[in-house]
């Protein structure tokens, strides 16, 4: 009976990940709304000298309406298998 309830939560959280791609790399991530924080990380995972860098992200394919747009920071999107984001990046001049 344990066995089973375990298989069943194994499952569940198999079926919580989402692929997506960020800057045509795939990922894998559990959680169904991104910030734009967190992609602008995954992005650019660690930092390489530029002070006060702007990214701009913009997605598609996502799981809302509309399903592709630019996010600015403090904003968020509901993803989904497939939804792609493409970030960019400058310096503060």
């Given at each position: 009976?344990?066995?089973?309830?375990?298989?069943?939560?194994?499952?569940?959280?198999?079926?919580?990940?989402?692929?997506?791609?960020?800057?045509?790399?795939?990922?894998?991530?559990?959680?169904?709304?991104?910030?734009?924080?967190?992609?602008?990380?995954?992005?650019?995972?660690?930092?390489?000298g530029i002070s006060n860098?702007?990214?701009?992200?913009?997605?598609?394919?996502?799981?809302?309406?509309?399903?592709?747009?630019?996010?600015?920071?403090?904003?968020?999107?509901?993803?989904?298998?497939?939804?792609?984001?493409?970030?960019?990046?400058?310096?503060?001049?």
């Amino acid at each position: 009976m344990i066995k089973q309830q375990n298989e069943k939560t194994e499952e569940k959280k198999g079926a919580d990940v989402f692929h997506i791609i960020v800057n045509a790399r795939e990922m894998e991530v559990r959680q169904e709304v991104l910030t734009f924080d967190a992609i602008t990380k995954m992005a650019f995972p660690t930092p390489d000298g530029i002070s006060n860098p702007i990214f701009t992200v913009s997605f598609k394919k996502a799981d809302q309406k509309p399903s592709e747009g630019t996010l600015v920071s403090g904003e968020s999107v509901k993803i989904k298998n497939g939804t792609v984001f493409n970030v960019t990046r400058t310096g503060q001049s």
